[in-house]
């Protein structure tokens, strides 16, 4: 169930340009990308987003938050609205290609998936559940949207059109709140939904639908978990019951699934090389192989079947090493009981079950298994100390979906849908006035 809401967005005169004030999800930033978005405006988002750890970050979010609205850097919409948010890339550099995504930004009523209609495809770690739904508290609010997708294929009888074909037309005929073009090149236009016949018609399209979660799982674990909490202190219905979405239509918009790679700081590159062969073939890989190609022999490898790519220091280089064909024998040795076939296939399962916790005895934490979205950055992270670093393939959207539809959860951060929705265009508040 698809509810309006009354936007916070940033006050125009009062920020250096709203592209200074927005960032990427809090998910995929460094520390690099952290210090330069905090360089870039000092109203930037990720001020509220990553404010430090624990309660006294949270605080020290809720504090700067209630500072910005009094000013007014932030500013409420007056009505309830649903918002359009496009995405696009016209002119890329020589290694993309132009692309497009477009959906809705919307309440959604939260839920189990048979209730809500919305389904996890990807474990957590309650330790991240924990500081979100900290911050979400002491905020009192929704500062990112969870990033939604579902299957917008017409209905045999759409009498009013698809959400998509509300969405598009308006895209085409009304100018956009914001136009705003980052530093990666990337388009951001945002639209105001507030015409009944039209919300009422985007509602409709819309209900009886499932949704997957393409990014944000712990952000919806944590909505769950404070929707919990307001209840159990007696709290009843409440705006709680609500979190806040970026839905897009798969169909009309085919998300791109990127892999997420590992960094365990605690294993030697050859030493995790010498224990993967007791179930892997290990191909060294030339010396003198740089990471493009390496990358190439992984892609080649995993249309067999799963491979991974190792990376380390080596004799004052990286180095790179080729698994592949792990033992089958092993593979259904290392599975949890009661999994489905399907989710004892997937690199991530094998990569989590049989690799780093059969073969290289490591339990999956925060700690002892970092995760870097980008292969180069993860390889990067190995340099001149000691660490071993995992290049994944990314796993394919049918199999992410037979998954969730089975009811099963892939291993914690596995997949890395895009493009993901940029943080700061709109949020959400659920204090005692909204």
Not at 22 to 46: C, F, K, M, Q, W
Not at 320 to 334: E, G, K
Request: proline share 7%; charged share 20%; glycine share 8%.
């Amino acid at each position: 169930m698809l509810a309006p809401f009354r936007g916070i967005r940033y006050a125009r005169d009062r920020v250096s340009g709203l592209a200074n004030v927005t960032s990427p999800p809090y998910d995929v930033i460094s520390g690099d990308i952290l210090e330069h978005l905090r360089a870039a405006d000092p109203h930037n988002v990720v001020r509220l987003i990553l404010p430090g750890i624990g309660a006294e970050g949270s605080q020290a979010a809720a504090d700067l938050m209630r500072q910005w609205l009094s000013s007014g850097v932030l500013i409420r919409d007056r009505m309830p609205a649903l918002y359009i948010y496009e995405q696009s890339l016209d002119q890329p550099d020589d290694a993309a290609s132009p692309w497009r995504q477009r959906g809705i930004i919307s309440l959604v009523r939260l839920g189990s998936p048979e209730s809500a209609g919305i389904l996890p495809h990807e474990g957590v770690m309650p330790g991240l559940v924990a500081d979100r739904r900290e911050l979400m508290a002491a905020t009192q609010a929704n500062l990112e949207p969870i990033f939604l997708i579902y299957d917008g294929e017409p209905p045999d009888a759409a009498e009013q059109g698809t959400a998509t074909e509300v969405i598009d037309r308006v895209a085409a005929e009304r100018t956009p709140l914001v136009s705003i073009t980052t530093e990666d090149g990337v388009t951001h236009r945002l639209w105001r939904i507030s015409e009944p016949t039209e919300y009422a018609a985007i509602a409709a399209d819309l209900a009886g639908r499932r949704a997957l979660i393409a990014d944000g799982h712990h952000r919806y674990a944590a909505y769950l978990d404070l929707q919990a909490e307001r209840r159990a202190s007696g709290l009843g219905d409440g705006p709680w019951d609500y979190g806040l979405a970026f839905l897009v239509d798969s169909d009309a918009y085919r998300p791109r699934i990127g892999a997420i790679h590992r960094v365990l700081p605690g294993l030697r590159p050859d030493r995790a090389a010498e224990l993967a062969k007791a179930a892997f073939a290990v191909q060294d890989l030339p010396a003198d192989i740089g990471m493009d190609e390496a990358l190439g022999q992984l892609a080649e490898a995993g249309t067999e079947g799963t491979a991974f790519l190792l990376a380390g220091d080596s004799d004052g280089g990286t180095r790179f090493r080729l698994l592949s064909h792990p033992d089958p024998v092993q593979v259904a040795a290392s599975m949890p009981a009661g999994a489905s076939a399907p989710w004892r296939c997937l690199d991530a399962s094998i990569l989590q079950q049989l690799l780093i916790g059969r073969l290289w005895g490591i339990t999956d934490s925060e700690r002892d298994v970092l995760i870097s979205h980008d292969a180069a950055e993860a390889v990067y992270a190995t340099s001149g100390t000691g660490a071993t670093a995992v290049i994944s393939n990314p796993l394919s959207f049918e199999a992410v979906i037979q998954i969730a539809a089975h009811g099963e959860r892939v291993p914690r951060k596995s997949t890395s849908f895009g493009p993901k929705p940029r943080t700061g265009l709109v949020l959400r508040t659920f204090g005692p006035s909204d």
